[in-house]
């Protein structure tokens, strides 16, 4: 327990960032229409399941169409 509250000032940012990135790109996802690849429900899941970064990057990088 000693050990989690030594790395608590750089864990509270990371998660901070990690779900303003989700909110982010949920929101995103649901404002637009068209994707380079996918469609809606599918980019929705990837970005829910894969919510460690992984899931928003992969929606940024692969399917967001270009404005």
Wanted: charged fraction near 20%; charge should be neutral; aromatic fraction near 12%.
């Amino acid at each position: 327990m000693e050990n989690l509250k030594e790395f608590l000032p750089f864990l509270i940012p990371l998660v901070v960032v990690e779900l303003g990135l989700l909110v982010y790109t949920i929101v995103h996802i649901l404002k637009h229409n068209n994707y380079k690849r996918g469609n809606r429900i599918l980019w929705l899941i990837i970005t829910i399941v894969g919510m460690n970064f992984i899931g928003p990057i992969l929606y940024f990088v692969l399917g967001k169409e270009e404005d």
